[in-house]
């Protein structure tokens, strides 16, 4: 069984793909940002609560400030990249569930009138637009540089408000020199897929 999908897309988006390390100065335009984004948002989310908010460091002052909360190892990386993006989980997400589920938008109430439980779809939902998103990066010929190795409640307080959620931060932009560590493994089908 072949899959539909082109081979060099195949490749793209996942057998070729690699989180890049390195960049060139090559700028990430507002216009890439907007097809990405405008291609990612299709992804499916539950209730199609589309939690996912995308803070773009452009400014060399933010960039800065946004440097000074990243892991050691990963500070040279975001200091360099073209673009730097803060992604987050809105909790607030169900104010948008009228408009973005309006055959059941008592859907808001009935479900997410609680902070917890806001958290917890917003934060998974979020997760699989951040997924989507690193996907978009690739279909539009750019290296994602996605890291978790940072200062949650540091990028929280410097960029978001108590209604956002950091998940990860992505290095945006062409792959420069030896932008590539070797690929790791990968688990086989048999060791991931269970027929019950």
């Given at each position: 069984m072949s899959l539909v999908l082109d081979p060099a897309a195949q490749d793209l988006l996942f057998r070729e793909a690699r989180t890049a390390n390195t960049f060139t100065d090559e700028p990430v335009t507002e216009g890439q940002v907007q097809a990405i984004y405008d291609l990612v948002k299709y992804g499916p989310t539950a209730f199609n609560q589309s939690p996912l908010r995308i803070t773009l460091v452009r400014s060399p002052e933010a960039?800065?400030?946004?440097?000074?909360?990243?892991?050691e190892g990963n500070q040279p990386k975001t200091a360099t990249a073209p673009l730097v993006a803060i992604l987050s989980a809105d909790n607030e997400f169900h104010e948008e569930l009228p408009t973005l589920f309006p055959h059941f938008p008592q859907a808001k109430d009935v479900f997410f009138s609680e902070r917890p439980a806001r958290e917890g779809a917003a934060a998974l939902n979020a997760a699989l637009q951040a997924a989507y998103f690193i996907i978009g990066v690739r279909a539009a010929g750019l290296a994602a540089g996605p890291m978790t190795g940072l200062d949650f409640e540091g990028v929280r307080k410097e960029f978001l408000d108590d209604d956002h959620t950091p998940l990860m931060v992505v290095n945006i932009?062409?792959?420069?020199?030896?932008?590539?560590?070797?690929?790791?493994?990968?688990l086989a089908y048999d060791d991931v897929v269970t027929t019950v």
């Amino acid at each position: 069984m072949s899959l539909v999908l082109d081979p060099a897309a195949q490749d793209l988006l996942f057998r070729e793909a690699r989180t890049a390390n390195t960049f060139t100065d090559e700028p990430v335009t507002e216009g890439q940002v907007q097809a990405i984004y405008d291609l990612v948002k299709y992804g499916p989310t539950a209730f199609n609560q589309s939690p996912l908010r995308i803070t773009l460091v452009r400014s060399p002052e933010a960039r800065e400030r946004l440097v000074r909360h990243m892991a050691e190892g990963n500070q040279p990386k975001t200091a360099t990249a073209p673009l730097v993006a803060i992604l987050s989980a809105d909790n607030e997400f169900h104010e948008e569930l009228p408009t973005l589920f309006p055959h059941f938008p008592q859907a808001k109430d009935v479900f997410f009138s609680e902070r917890p439980a806001r958290e917890g779809a917003a934060a998974l939902n979020a997760a699989l637009q951040a997924a989507y998103f690193i996907i978009g990066v690739r279909a539009a010929g750019l290296a994602a540089g996605p890291m978790t190795g940072l200062d949650f409640e540091g990028v929280r307080k410097e960029f978001l408000d108590d209604d956002h959620t950091p998940l990860m931060v992505v290095n945006i932009g062409r792959p420069g020199p030896d932008a590539w560590f070797p690929r790791s493994p990968r688990l086989a089908y048999d060791d991931v897929v269970t027929t019950v």
